[in-house]
């Protein structure tokens, strides 16, 4: 069974930085196509970024020229630098495949975008 276990968020202020990281345990790793989500409260679940297996990579509108994804796959980490942080990017962040079937979702990292 996959764990992922995200890490990296926090509270920052509009404009400011962070880089989340998540961890998958188990085997092919670096075949996956993984993406980061978000879920803000009272909102559905949303693909932020994603990278393939060969780091093609593809954002949200929102996101794009702020945010960048990256991997490792000797680590079987995924990361998300986060810069231009605004208030509207405040939401538990997650790290997932993103063709089903997905694996069993991690804790999430909350990042906290305020003055």
């Known amino acids: 069974q996959v764990q992922l276990v995200e890490s990296g968020g926090g509270l920052v202020q509009p404009g400011g930085s962070l880089r989340l990281s998540c961890a998958a345990s188990?085997?092919?790793?670096?075949?996956?196509?993984m993406g980061w989500y978000r879920q803000a409260p009272g909102k559905q679940r949303e693909l932020v970024a994603r990278?393939?297996?060969?780091?093609?990579?593809d954002y949200l509108d929102s996101v794009k020229g702020r945010f960048t994804i990256s991997r490792d796959n000797a680590k079987n980490t995924v990361y998300l630098q986060m810069n231009s942080l605004k208030p509207e990017d405040t939401a538990v962040y997650y790290c997932?495949?993103?063709?089903?079937?997905?694996?069993?979702w991690g804790q999430g990292t909350q990042v906290t975008v305020s003055s």
């Open positions: 997932n495949k993103v063709v089903a079937p997905i694996w069993p």
């Open positions: 188990g085997s092919m790793f670096d075949i996956r196509t």
């Open positions: 990278i393939s297996s060969y780091s093609s990579t």
